[in-house]
């Protein structure tokens, strides 16, 4: 069974830094492309980033894109959000979520699933 | 950016009741197009993929149908664990995003 377990989030305040984790577990973790999701109840659904198998490849949100660092850890089966210059609009549930293919885009992007429990991040002072 | 529209944003229903969601893109997106079922205080779940692919594992009376801008989930006979948020999202566009979403609430 396919699992993930995303930790890391809090409490932050307005500029400031925070890193999250996502560990898997179930698959073959280096084979897959994976990414970040925020949710909140105001904006709804938000694609933050993906990263390709090897973590060659990165892509970003507009949002977020020169503020947040995806990156992995094939060794450790581990996903990273480093997340930097956090913004009251950057509050939400985080939710890691594997793709279906090895590349994250190839032409077109990828569908999501399954996805972690989510890890909740604040941002206030 | 492609802008994703789901209508209606709740729908009131029986339990054996069909159901129908659509979702609209901005532009064509080539059957580039998922849907999620959200129960509260869960993370999302993949239901459909490619407009019409059904993950493995999810019952079939539900169903995905579509084309060009216009996409629609199908629930043929509502359970009552149907009773969920369901979101569609584009990946045709790099900047992938999501549409609103339908509340499916108990009539």
């Known amino acids: 069974e396919v699992q993930l377990l995303e930790s890391g989030g809090g409490l932050v305040q307005p500029g400031g830094s925070l890193r999250l984790s996502c560990v898997a577990s179930g698959f073959t973790f280096s084979s897959y492309a994976m990414s970040w999701v925020r949710q909140t109840p105001a904006k709804g659904l938000e694609w933050v980033s993906g990263i390709s198998d090897t973590g060659a490849g990165t892509y970003y949100g507009g949002s977020v894109r020169d503020r947040f660092t995806v990156s992995r850890d094939n060794s450790k089966n581990t996903l990273y959000l480093q997340m930097n210059s956090l913004t009251a609009d950057d509050t939400a549930v985080y939710y890691c979520?594997?793709?279906?293919?090895?590349?994250?885009?190839?032409?077109?992007?990828?569908?999501?699933?399954?996805w972690g429990q989510g890890a909740l991040v604040t941002v206030s002072s | 950016d492609i802008q994703m529209t789901q209508s209606p944003s709740s729908v009131s229903a029986s339990v054996g009741d069909r159901v129908t969601i659509s979702c609209r893109a901005s532009q064509v997106i080539t059957n580039s197009l998922a849907w999620y079922q959200q129960r509260p205080g869960k993370a999302p779940k993949l239901l459909v993929y490619?407009?019409?692919r059904l993950e493995s594992g999810v019952p079939s009376r539900f169903s995905g149908s579509g084309s060009g801008t216009d996409y629609t989930l199908t629930i043929s006979s509502l359970q009552p664990e149907d009773f969920a948020t369901y979101f569609c999202q584009q990946y045709y566009s790099i900047s992938l995003n999501f549409g609103g979403g339908t509340k499916v609430q108990i009539k």
């Open positions: 979520a594997k793709g279906p293919h090895s590349d994250f885009w190839s032409g077109r992007g990828d569908w999501f699933g399954p």
């Open positions: 490619d407009a019409s």
